[in-house]
């Protein structure tokens, strides 16, 4: 029988053929090796504790950045065979470690909901099953969590992790304003809270002393009074304090432990109330170059606005004396020149067009004591700030980077008016004051939301604590001087009652 002919050609795709088939059925018996330089691997899932049921928010914050660099997409996992079973808590810790979410970075493409234009709100917080996990991370919103700081941010994006069962609850947090309503100008119930759109939104205002003893909160404004109530029937009760003006000016609290929160200008009250509060758009970026020349035109030196002439500071003294050594123009009863408050804007035109400098003295040298006279009279302007008042490290971590001076860096008004007059005759290194601007903004602060959601932290109402005697934290040792605080040392003054 003859065979067929088999042309060249038939052989040569016979062939290919055979060739095509034993390729694939090499990568058959290792599929990811086909697939890893086409598509991204998955990692295998992790095992994940079940997570709370949540229901979506208006406002959240944003996912991460959808750009991610494909190296930082395709992650390889090494999972390595541990030679003894972990315990129970380990893999707890563990597996709580996988649920903490990252809150993004403040950056002018993402600002949070408390700037102008804010884009996003925080998501509740993480649950931990395992108790060193949740003390690992858990929010720093006390001053014990973080005496550095005065994590205004930090309560201004917090959210407690079951919010939405707490919202669905209808339970609302009351606070009882002990000296009414009108010290406040706020209105009954949860308007305060809903028009500013708070994060944690759920308390309610009310001004009936006859919930003293189941109020979650009783807040005084500047002036404490008794309840008469021994132990209210809420153990988790708060009483606070608000100061609005500095110790000397302030009530002496005379009953010990009656006040276990407060909320002040000071970074050490459990809710700081600051005059204002400067935020960097992104942290990373404190100075940049300005295209404007803050020296043009202006012929002047040194200004400044004051009414009261018996600041117990110094601040009149020491402005005469640097008087001696450059031109101080002072406004107002206290000096030569008159600008009526009734033309407020006409003066500060005044200050942006005519001078260089501007005195935003405060009348009383106390910690962390910075009001509108340096943040609005001044930062507000186009005009250099010399500061006195708090500590020069207070205005170091609350001011903007590089936007003022302090009269502490000099050993005399003669010293700084020798610097001053430096300043006036170089333009380039005046403007380096100013290199913050456009870097970030005056927030505002949303006291009664941090209020409101500061006292949905249960782990740290279930641990209470309370001054043992608040005038020693307000007033105490250390806390003012009536001088300079260059001279602050073994002399330590107490402020009295008077």
Same mark, same amino acid.
């Not at 599929?31 to 990692?43: D, E, Y």
């Given at each position: 029988?003859?065979?067929?002919?088999?042309?060249?050609?038939?052989?040569?795709?016979?062939?290919?053929?055979?060739?095509?088939?034993?390729?694939?059925?090499? /990568?058959?018996?290792?599929?990811?090796?086909?697939?890893?330089?086409?598509?991204?691997?998955? +990692?295998? +899932?992790?095992?994940?504790?079940?997570?709370?049921?949540?229901?979506?928010?208006?406002?959240?914050?944003?996912?991460?950045?959808?750009?991610?660099?494909?190296?930082?997409?395709?992650?390889?996992?090494?999972?390595?065979?541990?030679?003894?079973?972990?315990?129970?808590?380990?893999?707890?810790?563990?597996?709580?470690?996988?649920?903490?979410?990252?809150?993004?970075? =403040?950056?002018?493409?993402?600002?949070?909901?408390?700037?102008?234009?804010?884009?996003?709100?925080?998501?509740?917080?993480?649950?931990?099953?395992?108790?060193?996990?949740?003390?690992?991370?858990?929010?720093?919103?006390?001053?014990?969590?973080?005496?550095?700081?005065?994590?205004?941010?930090?309560? =201004?994006?917090?959210?407690?992790?079951?919010?939405?069962?707490?919202?669905? $609850?209808?339970?609302?947090?009351?606070?009882?304003?002990?000296?009414?309503?009108?010290?406040?100008?706020?209105?009954?119930?949860?308007?305060?809270? =809903?028009?500013?759109?708070?994060?944690?939104?759920?308390?309610?205002?009310?001004?009936?002393?006859?919930?003293?003893?189941?109020?979650?909160?009783?807040?005084?404004?500047?002036?404490?009074?008794?309840? !008469?109530?021994?132990?209210?029937?809420?153990?988790?009760?708060?009483?606070?304090?608000?100061?609005?003006?500095?110790?000397?000016?302030?009530?002496?609290?005379?009953?010990?432990?009656?006040?276990?929160?407060?909320?002040?200008?000071?970074?050490?009250?459990?809710?700081?109330?600051?005059?204002?509060?400067?935020?960097?758009?992104?942290?990373?970026?404190?100075?940049?170059?300005?295209?404007? /020349?803050?020296?043009?035109?202006?012929?002047?030196?040194?200004? %400044?606005?004051?009414?009261?002439?018996?600041?117990?500071? !110094?601040?009149?003294?020491?402005?005469?004396?640097?008087?001696?050594?450059?031109?101080?123009?002072?406004?107002?009863?206290?000096?030569?020149?008159?600008?009526?408050?009734?033309?407020?804007?006409?003066?500060?035109?005044?200050?942006?067009?005519?001078?260089?400098?501007?005195?935003?003295?405060?009348?009383?040298?106390?910690?962390?004591?910075?009001?509108?006279?340096?943040?609005? /009279?001044?930062?507000?302007?186009?005009?250099?700030?010399?500061?006195? !008042?708090?500590?020069?490290?207070?205005?170091?971590?609350?001011?903007?980077?590089?936007?003022?001076?302090?009269?502490?860096?000099?050993? $005399?008004?003669?010293?700084?008016?020798?610097?001053? /007059?430096?300043?006036?005759?170089?333009?380039?290194?005046?403007?380096?004051?100013?290199?913050?601007?456009?870097?970030?903004?005056?927030?505002?602060?949303?006291?009664?939301?941090?209020?409101?959601?500061?006292?949905?932290?249960?782990?740290? =109402?279930?641990? +209470?604590?309370?001054?043992?005697?608040?005038?020693? %934290?307000?007033?105490?040792? !250390?806390?003012?001087?009536?001088? $300079?605080?260059?001279?602050?040392?073994?002399?330590?003054?107490?402020?009295?009652?008077?």
């Amino acid at each position: 029988m003859r065979h067929p002919k088999l042309s060249l050609k038939k052989y040569f795709y016979f062939t290919l053929i055979c060739a095509l088939l034993l390729i694939f059925g090499f /990568n058959l018996k290792e599929p990811h090796v086909l697939w890893k330089t086409k598509t991204k691997q998955q +990692p295998q +899932p992790q095992p994940q504790p079940q997570p709370q049921p949540q229901q979506s928010r208006q406002h959240d914050l944003p996912q991460q950045d959808n750009e991610l660099k494909e190296e930082d997409a395709t992650v390889v996992h090494v999972v390595a065979v541990p030679t003894a079973a972990p315990t129970q808590a380990k893999l707890e810790l563990e597996a709580d470690s996988l649920e903490v979410d990252k809150q993004p970075e =403040l950056t002018a493409t993402a600002k949070p909901w408390f700037f102008r234009n804010g884009e996003y709100y925080p998501k509740p917080a993480k649950s931990f099953s395992n108790r060193k996990a949740r003390k690992l991370h858990a929010p720093k919103l006390f001053p014990h969590q973080d005496p550095h700081s005065d994590r205004v941010v930090n309560q =201004l994006m917090y959210v407690p992790h079951n919010y939405e069962q707490i919202k669905a $609850s209808g339970k609302l947090k009351t606070i009882l304003l002990y000296n009414g309503l009108g010290p406040w100008n706020v209105k009954k119930g949860r308007e305060v809270f =809903l028009r500013a759109k708070c994060p944690v939104d759920t308390c309610e205002l009310t001004a009936n002393r006859e919930l003293a003893s189941v109020a979650d909160m009783i807040l005084y404004k500047d002036n404490y009074i008794p309840t !008469g109530i021994r132990r209210p029937n809420n153990q988790k009760q708060v009483s606070m304090m608000y100061y609005l003006e500095c110790p000397y000016h302030t009530q002496n609290v005379k009953v010990p432990d009656a006040i276990n929160w407060t909320a002040t200008y000071r970074r050490d009250s459990t809710v700081m109330a600051p005059y204002e509060k400067w935020q960097y758009y992104d942290v990373k970026v404190q100075q940049q170059e300005q295209d404007h /020349n803050y020296a043009t035109n202006k012929t002047k030196k040194v200004a %400044w606005f004051v009414s009261n002439c018996g600041a117990r500071n !110094g601040r009149l003294q020491y402005a005469h004396e640097l008087q001696k050594h450059i031109e101080v123009d002072i406004y107002g009863a206290c000096g030569n020149y008159k600008c009526p408050r009734s033309t407020a804007d006409k003066c500060f035109d005044i200050l942006d067009n005519d001078y260089k400098f501007y005195l935003a003295f405060e009348n009383s040298n106390c910690k962390d004591y910075i009001t509108e006279k340096f943040f609005v /009279n001044a930062l507000n302007r186009k005009v250099l700030p010399i500061v006195m !008042g708090a500590r020069p490290e207070d205005y170091e971590v609350s001011a903007p980077r590089r936007s003022y001076i302090h009269v502490d860096e000099f050993a $005399s008004p003669k010293e700084l008016a020798e610097y001053l /007059n430096i300043l006036d005759k170089d333009d380039e290194l005046y403007n380096t004051y100013f290199k913050w601007k456009n870097t970030g903004e005056f927030i505002n602060t949303y006291y009664w939301c941090r209020v409101c959601s500061t006292l949905h932290n249960e782990e740290q =109402l279930r641990k +209470p604590s309370w001054y043992s005697d608040i005038n020693e %934290w307000w007033r105490g040792v !250390g806390v003012c001087t009536s001088g $300079s605080w260059r001279n602050f040392k073994a002399r330590k003054d107490v402020i009295s009652d008077d």
